[in-house]
Nanobody
Framework: QVQLVESGGGLVQAGGSLRLSCAASGRTFGNYAMGWFRQTPGKEREFVAAISSGIAITYYADSVKGRFTISRDNAKNTMYLQMNSLKPEDTAVYYC?????????????????WGQGTQVTVSS
C-alpha cells in the first residue's frame, strides 16, 4: 500500500509561481510511474503531467507545456510540480497519483494510488 500526500498549494497572483510536492510512503517509490492531475468544480479530473520510473521520462498536457515542470527525487520519495507563469485558469485542486511499472500514464484509470489534493488558486 502506498500513501501519497500533496503539499505546497496556495494563493498566488497571475504570473507567479508555486511548487507542489507529493510525498510517498513505502520503499519502492523509484519503481512507480507518477503523475499530476487537477480538477475544478463541476469538471472531470484533468491530466497535467507524468513522469516515468527509471530514467524519468516526462509528459505534459498541452495546456501546461513550457510552464510546468514535473520532477522526482527517489531518495526522498518525493515528486514535484514546479508551476511558473501561472494563469487564473490553472486554479484547481491538484492531485498526485502513482502506479507501479513503466511508462507515463495519462488517464485516471491507469493510476492506483491517489493523494487527497491541494488547492491552487491563481488570482487575476
Amino acid at each position: 500500500q502506498v500513501q501519497l500526500v500533496e503539499s505546497g498549494g496556495g494563493l498566488v497572483q497571475a504570473g507567479g509561481s508555486l511548487r507542489l510536492s507529493c510525498a510517498a510512503s513505502g520503499r519502492t517509490f523509484g519503481n512507480y510511474a507518477m503523475g499530476w492531475f487537477r480538477q475544478t468544480p463541476g469538471k472531470e479530473r484533468e491530466f497535467v503531467a507524468a513522469i516515468s520510473s527509471g530514467i524519468a521520462i516526462t509528459y505534459y498536457a498541452d495546456s501546461v507545456k513550457g510552464r510546468f515542470t514535473i520532477s522526482r527525487d527517489n531518495a526522498k520519495n518525493t515528486m514535484y510540480l514546479q508551476m511558473n507563469s501561472l494563469k487564473p485558469e490553472d486554479t484547481a485542486v491538484y492531485y498526485c497519483a502513482g502506479r507501479s511499472g513503466l511508462g507515463t500514464p495519462k488517464t485516471e484509470a491507469e493510476y492506483k494510488y491517489w493523494g487527497q489534493g491541494t488547492q491552487v488558486t491563481v488570482s487575476s
